[in-house]
């Protein structure tokens, strides 16, 4: 994502390193973290993907052969939930304490809604779609 490359631009000038050990170290100023935490976020909630980003899913479950469908489904939507961990969390923690309750609301939101919509779908990829939705709610949440 675009945010997410002037993010590490950002931090790669700022901290002098692309490194990411030495970007976990460094110690940004907490309002910086907090645009930085943003960028990432917006970045890896598209890739999870988080309510209300998550539009895309349904359509590209629909119109991927079952074979895309079930890589969609077991590997690719984890990819963002392992980098918001993976990265998010350890470079900007003063930044994920403080969205850290706005987070807690998103998930809980995407687990609830979207498993109500996944009951109500006819069509199985928009069923695992939906319900790939809510899962990544419950990863969200960890």
């Known amino acids: 994502s675009l945010?997410?490359?002037?993010?590490?631009?950002?931090?790669?000038?700022?901290?002098?390193?692309?490194?990411?050990?030495?970007l976990e170290k460094?110690?940004?100023d907490p309002h910086v973290q907090t645009w930085l935490w943003l960028a990432f976020m917006a970045s890896f909630a598209v890739k999870l993907p988080m309510w209300p980003v998550?539009?895309?899913?349904?359509?590209?479950?629909?119109?991927?052969?079952?074979?895309?469908s079930?890589?969609?489904?077991?590997?690719l939507l984890k990819m963002g939930g392992y980098g918001f961990l993976?990265?998010?969390l350890p470079m900007f923690p003063d930044a994920s304490h403080l969205f850290q309750p706005a987070m807690f609301a998103l998930a809980v939101i995407a687990i609830?809604?979207?498993?109500?919509?996944?009951?109500?779908?006819?069509?199985m990829k928009k069923l695992i779609?939906?319900?790939?939705?809510a899962h990544m709610g419950f990863v969200t949440l960890g």
């Open 112 to 123: 609830v809604y979207t498993s109500l919509v996944a009951w109500r779908q006819t069509d």
């Open 3 to 22: 945010l997410m490359l002037v993010a590490v631009v950002y931090m790669y000038i700022t901290a002098g390193s692309s490194d990411f050990e030495v």
């Open 54 to 68: 998550h539009t895309w899913l349904p359509d590209a479950h629909v119109q991927a052969p079952t074979a895309g």
């Open 70 to 75: 079930v890589i969609l489904a077991g590997v």
């Open 86 to 88: 993976r990265f998010s």
């Open 129 to 133: 779609a939906y319900s790939s939705v």
């Open 26 to 28: 460094f110690a940004f």
